[in-house]
């Protein structure tokens, strides 16, 4: 399986920071890595896809980069509604597997 | 807009079968890949497998030998069976969509069901 690790595990930011998460995969993906942000009590929701493509509805403070084995989630500018949880997931082989997620709170 | 809506039996003992379904509305059903994931409480996601509407399925090797997924196209639902439960299956368990664009091999999960809680316990 390919193995996803994220960091830092936790992070605490406030209001206006411009915030990065890192995921790393164990192998190479190619572009296949896509975000998603999970607040507490609800299921995840896809952010960004192939790395860096914006899903629809996705505020643009919200970026994506990288290729083969290290991808970074940026958030330009923190709002407080972008306080939760982060998770990466690769999408170049199966099974499909998910990085342990980034908690990102309030300082 | 495309909705999920889940539903099954939350609490089980071991050994019993774990057994949900999910219902898409509001979309087209063909031409995606349907999918069961999970998450233990506190920690993270694991996929669990995919349908298609063809009924072409692909699952986690970790548990491929107690799932089964399968799929109603006549009422748009998809469901789960985990065989032989224990505590280790106690998670929240979420359906969702997933996107196969033609031209990459890759898929990503949008939208997701609301989750369902399933408690494993004697």
């Known amino acids: 399986d390919i193995q996803m690790t994220q960091s830092p595990s936790s992070l605490s930011a406030s209001v206006g920071d411009r915030v990065t998460i890192t995921c790393r995969a164990s192998q190479t993906i190619s572009s296949y890595l896509n975000w998603y942000q999970q607040k507490p009590g609800k299921a995840p929701e896809l952010l960004i896809y192939?790395?860096?493509s914006l899903q629809g509805g996705v505020p643009s403070r919200f970026s994506g980069s990288g290729s083969g084995t290290d991808f970074t989630l940026t958030i330009g500018s923190l709002q407080p509604e972008d306080f939760a949880t982060y998770y990466c997931?690769?999408?170049?082989?199966?099974?499909?597997?998910f990085g342990q997620g980034t908690r990102l709170e309030v300082k | 807009q495309v909705q999920l809506q889940q539903w099954g039996a939350g609490l089980l003992k071991p050994s019993e079968t774990l057994s949900l379904t999910c219902a898409v509305s509001?979309?087209?059903?063909?031409?995606?890949?349907w999918s069961w994931i999970r998450q233990p409480p506190g920690e993270g996601l694991e996929w669990i497998g995919e349908?298609?509407?063809?009924?072409?399925?692909n699952y986690n090797p970790s548990l491929k030998s107690r799932v089964t997924i399968s799929v109603d196209t006549s009422k748009n639902r998809f469901s789960l069976k985990l065989n032989s439960v224990t505590a280790a299956d106690t998670a929240v368990y979420y359906c969702a969509r997933g996107y196969r664009p033609r031209v990459a091999a890759t898929i990503w999960f949008d939208p997701w069901g609301q989750g369902t809680l399933v408690t494993v316990s004697s």
């Open positions: 509001g979309g087209s059903f063909s031409g995606y890949y």
């Open positions: 997931q690769q999408s170049y082989r199966t099974p499909l597997t």
């Open positions: 349908i298609n509407h063809s009924g072409s399925t």
């Open positions: 192939t790395a860096s």
